[in-house]
């Protein structure tokens, strides 16, 4: 057996037949090689592609191969090659402002101009009326909502149940507590992002009893179809891709100024509906019974106010709650990160050098997605132990002005303020792109660029060119708000865990007996995060292991839980 494998298998006995056809067959081949060579033309192929030799050069033909491996020439039409107006000019060189594409748009328009982004499948273009001017009505007689366009009701219900499919964890939490109704005269003013993901959210508190009024978070980030599934469901949402300021602050004002309506839970994301209450609806604001907040931004203000004495309700800090922190943070803005910057930019990692600007657990995600994919990451941090980490984990710490010249892509994830300024940007390399992953618009300082010296050229949905003076352009991304939900969409199965803590957030301070919470932030329960991380585990059909009794005693633990103290860091 083993000569057989090495003298291989044996040569077929060619015939005489066989060896004239292949004689003839290559004499044949040889010949349409020459006349390939020679620019000669078959009477066939002079019929298939008629040339009028007076009025266009003669393109050369392509010499291919075949599975004989012969030369022979193919008299495909061959496309031209495009040639530069200038063919010496250097790729390094600025791009000028001569023809400059008409889509350019002066710094005067509107930062929140509508433009669909791959976030949302549907194109607001077709329509630039805006919703506030609309007379809308759903299929109930009900007005009390707008949305972009009511029509798009039935694709949204779509997205919606894709959604559920990988929220199989906040479903099955409405189904064990819907007969009970834990939210039966909860009125809840909501302000979050409004996606598929969220809608299962919303549709799971109205289930649970909750009546809901809902706005967006993000001027960006509404899906369209989803909000109007929403409205067709009987949801009072009002949010839109694309909104204006003003338009953002008269729908979360829409949700909470109600003739015969008042709010008495608050779930927000970022601080501005909490905010708009506290300032605009003192009296309603003193009788809110709970609040609960998911975003580093909005749990910074609720601290703020609980320090000036000014925090007269409750409110749970979801964001630093264990499955919030370490799963949405973490895991899906590891993913969503890459997502974002591909769908606005198609830009290639390999080689960039990357700042990140905070190594916190979004920047966490984002550096170990980048490196992945071969990028040279460095990072900026203001605390030592967040640092230390990201040294240890095979990153460069630095100052953002000893790397800016270099930096391909600049990505701020802090919470912040003006971590990047306009002298930074001033320093960036042409075609360096900007971006934002944390959840508030005030990273970037956007509102430096506005400025008569520097253009803006909208190239795509949610992608403006900055142009300098001297023709250097920054890629500014979202215009500096949050990128993941700006500009593509975030893993459902990671919202399905921060939707279901949530959601029990929300049942635990509504049925709190007084006394528990008081005028101050509270973080979530240890037993009900490991409740919330339990109910997810099914889906990779994970079996705990049980403590036995032994085990339980020689620990100090309850068999059932919670497993670890409020101190320890996971």
């Known amino acids: 057996m083993a000569e057989l494998l090495k003298k291989g298998a044996p040569e077929p006995v060619e015939t005489k037949d066989v060896r004239e056809a292949l004689k003839a067959k290559e004499v044949k081949e040889n010949a349409n090689a020459e006349r390939a060579q020679s620019g000669e033309k078959t009477k066939a192929d002079t019929e298939r592609y008629p040339l009028n030799k007076a009025a266009a050069p003669k393109e050369p033909s392509l010499v291919v191969f075949n599975n004989d491996g012969g030369a022979v020439a193919s008299h495909k039409p061959v496309k031209k090659q495009i040639q530069f107006a200038d063919e010496k000019q250097e790729f390094s060189r600025f791009p000028t402002k001569t023809g400059r594409r008409s889509l350019s748009r002066s710094i005067s328009q509107s930062s929140t101009d509508s433009y669909s982004s791959a976030a949302s499948y549907t194109d607001s273009s077709d329509d630039e009326t805006s919703p506030r001017d609309k007379q809308q009505t759903n299929s109930k007689n009900s007005s009390d909502f707008c949305v972009k366009n009511i029509k798009q009701a039935e694709f949204g219900r779509r997205e919606i149940e894709i959604a559920e499919q990988e929220m199989s964890a906040l479903v099955a939490l ?20 409004i996606t598929a993901q969220t809608a299962v959210l919303i549709e799971t508190l109205g289930a649970l009893g ?30 839109w891709k ?229 023709g250097k352009r920054v890629v500014l991304l979202a215009e500096g708000r949050l990128l993941n939900l700006s500009c593509s969409t975030v893993p459902t199965f990671v919202l399905s865990i921060t939707a279901t803590t949530q959601a029990l957030a929300l049942i635990e301070l509504y049925n709190a007996p007084e006394g528990r919470y008081k005028q101050d932030v509270y973080l979530l329960p240890k037993k009900m995060d490991e409740y919330v991380a339990s109910l997810h585990l099914p889906t990779f059909d994970a079996h705990l292991t049980e403590l036995t009794d032994d085990q339980a005693k020689y620990l100090g633990l309850n068999k059932n839980g919670p497993f670890k103290p409020n101190y320890y860091r996971y």
Request: glycine letters at 8%; one cysteine or more; proline letters at 3%.
């Open 174 to 193: 409405r189904k064990r507590a819907q007969g009970e109704k834990p939210l039966a005269g909860a009125k809840i003013v909501g302000c979050t992002h």
């Open 210 to 239: 909750a009546q809901c009024r809902w706005a967006a978070c993000n001027i960006y980030s509404t899906q369209n179809e989803v909000a109007a599934a929403l409205a067709e469901a009987g949801f009072a949402v009002f949010a």
């Open 242 to 470: 694309g909104e204006s300021e003003d338009d953002f602050w008269w729908c979360i004002d829409c949700c909470v100024n109600m003739n015969g309506w008042q709010p008495n839970m608050i779930l927000d994301d970022g601080g501005d509906l909490t905010h708009w209450v506290y300032k605009k609806y003192p009296n309603v604001f003193k009788k809110i019974r709970g609040i609960v907040e998911e975003s580093v931004t909005g749990v910074h203000r609720l601290y703020q106010l609980s320090k000036a004495g000014k925090l007269c309700v409750p409110a749970m800090n979801v964001n630093d709650s264990v499955t919030k922190q370490k799963f949405d943070n973490l895991y899906c803005c590891r993913e969503s990160i890459l997502d974002g910057l591909k769908r606005t930019t198609d830009v290639m990692f390999g080689g960039k050098q990357v700042v990140v600007c905070g190594y916190g657990e979004v920047g966490k995600g984002c550096c170990a997605a980048l490196k992945a994919l071969g990028a040279i990451v460095y990072v900026t941090e203001i605390d030592p132990i967040c640092a230390l980490q990201a040294c240890m984990d095979g990153f460069r710490v630095m100052k953002l002005n000893e790397v800016v010249r270099q930096g391909d892509l600049i990505i701020t994830c802090t919470g912040n303020k003006n971590v990047v300024t306009r002298e930074q940007l001033d320093r960036m390399k042409n075609g360096c792109i900007v971006c934002n992953m944390g959840h508030s618009n005030t990273e970037i300082d956007v509102a430096s660029l506005r400025t008569p010296e520097l253009t803006w050229e909208r190239v795509r949905s949610q992608v403006d060119h900055v142009i300098w003076p001297d």
